[in-house]
């Protein structure tokens, strides 16, 4: 996935086609991947890098949802749990199962919990991964083994899946381009085309040249997650708001705090939340938080009450407490909720997706989780096919294998930083087979870098950025404005 030759493709052929999707994050690549394998002529447009907002920096998990269980939403946790399956089998290098542990401070938790549980194991029905099964103390410490163990009296194991969230994102773009599909990032849509009354195509900008780019297609898909609101009103200026965004944050721990290979789930924290400690890429991943917010923003940043929140609660579940020194990077996602916002607390509002059209053709997707993501663009596809008067075609993504991430070169290969996994090979992959343009594309997304370890990801920024110009043929100036960038965005990182 060149980006330049992907640009050259779409400069020879600007019209014809079937659907243009806007919008390079998950409900957007799952449209987009599904509107291809059935066969449709499916561009993609990103205004910034792909996963670059909310797809990016999720909590790492492909899973039901066991506090939806708790809500009563049966149906989500069916759909979910069956995706949940899917994708075990059609991206195997990027999804796999992972055990949880929840502890029980009372017999009746230990009761209501297990039996909550084996629910949750017959709705995934011949798509589960394992049975949960009960955990006396004893052997519950040994799954946790850093989990305080005042008034334990055992707990639950049960499995879900854990992912790398924007290795998926390039997989799925991957793979639209694989079936003939064209995905490009940085390049913004600024108009829709409209004739005789009906949305006919976009005009977009492709952001690294100034260049503008009409392009044709038979119907536009808004799938721009939180920025969906902002693209209905290119339709509609005076479109309602349709979207209520929540924050989520995360904090970054070293293992050592939590060694073990048992994800951790405290189903409800003093105030009702549901509280994670995962393993991830030989760190701990502790999240989350559920903060209402007014407006969308690509780079939020979590509120220092949100870090002691995180910080304070899981404390209160570890032998010992980390503290804010402890943080090797603190970031936060928003979530794109449908619903009013004028609820009263955002994690009661529902993670179901919805679609709508407008007069004029726009078919808009919204809410939804990654999780999900396949099913969004089946049923996305679905509506938006009699929009662009087509026939129905049958989904094909239930058994589609997604592309493989291609393995490193056997050998021993330098590491350009000793606290990250990252070498001058990945980077020259990243910009050649991968469409990274910006220092913040490789240690962000390419890598998981500035997620792992903010000041590491600082430290082997101007490294980057030289191998980076090399590659992309920048001068100079370009280094020079690639490394400051980074760094300041790198510091809001930093606890």
């Known amino acids: 996935m060149n980006r330049n030759a992907c640009i050259q493709r779409l400069e020879a052929e600007p019209g ?67 995706e949940r399956g899917l994708l075990l089998r059609n991206a195997p290098g990027i999804v796999h199962s992972l055990a949880f542990a929840l502890p029980a401070h009372s017999w009746w938790e230990l009761g209501w919990y297990g039996t909550g549980l084996k629910l949750y194991d017959a709705l995934a029905g011949g798509l589960g991964l394992g049975a949960s099964r009960w955990l006396g103390r004893d052997t519950f410490l040994q799954e946790v083994p850093t989990i305080a163990a005042d008034g334990l009296k055992g707990g639950v194991r049960y499995q879900d899946a854990q992912f790398d969230d924007a290795r998926l994102a390039l997989a799925l773009a991957q793979t639209l381009l694989d079936l003939g ?44 997650g939180i920025f969906s609101d902002a693209v209905r009103r290119l339709d509609e200026p005076n479109a309602p708001r349709r979207l209520t965004l929540s924050q989520g944050a995360h904090v970054v721990l070293d293992r050592s705090l939590f060694p073990g290979t048992t994800a951790l789930i405290v189903p409800r924290t003093v105030d009702g939340r549901v509280l994670f400690a995962i393993p991830w890429l030989d760190r701990v991943l502790v999240g989350t938080t559920d903060t209402p917010v007014e407006e969308p923003d690509s780079e939020p940043r979590p509120l220092t009450v949100e870090v002691d929140y995180l910080l304070d609660h899981i404390g209160r579940h570890l032998v010992r407490a980390p503290a804010r020194t402890d943080v090797l990077s603190a970031w936060a996602g928003l979530r794109p909720l449908v619903g009013s916002n004028r609820a009263s607390a955002t994690a009661r509002l529902p993670r179901d997706h919805d679609i709508s059209v407008s007069k004029s053709g726009l078919v808009s997707i919204a809410g939804g989780k990654w999780t999900t993501y396949r099913k969004m663009g089946e049923d996305v596809i679905d509506a938006a096919e009699p929009v662009a008067g087509l026939q129905h075609r049958p989904s094909r ?54 997620l792992l370890d903010a000041r590491a990801a600082i430290e082997v920024s101007s490294r980057v950025t030289a191998i980076m110009a090399q590659e992309l043929e920048r001068d100079a100036e370009w280094e020079m404005k690639q490394v400051v960038a980074f760094e300041k965005l790198a510091a809001g990182y930093l606890p």
Request: net charge positive; hydrophobic share 40%.
């Open 16 to 82: 014809g086609w079937d659907f243009i999707v806007v919008g390079g994050g998950a409900t957007g690549l799952g449209a987009a991947v599904e509107a291809a394998a059935r066969g449709y002529r499916t561009l993609l447009v990103e205004q910034g890098d792909f996963a670059r907002a909310t797809s990016s920096r999720s909590t790492k998990l492909i899973h039901g949802g066991v506090r939806y269980l708790r809500q009563g939403n049966i149906q989500l946790v069916r759909e979910s749990l069956r």
């Open 181 to 224: 599909g064209l995905p490009l990032n940085y390049v913004r849509v600024e108009a829709l085309i409209k004739d005789r009354g009906r949305i006919r195509g976009v005009v977009a900008c492709d952001l690294e040249t100034g260049a503008s780019l009409k392009c044709s297609a038979r119907v536009v898909i808004n799938a721009t």
């Open 397 to 450: 993504t239930a058994t589609l294998m997604l592309h493989e991430p291609r393995s490193s070169a056997a050998g021993v290969r330098e590491r350009l930083h000793p606290r990250l996994s990252v070498t001058a090979e990945d980077v020259q992959r990243a910009v050649r087979e991968e469409a990274a343009r910006t220092v913040e594309d490789m240690l962000a997304r390419r890598s998981r870098a500035l």
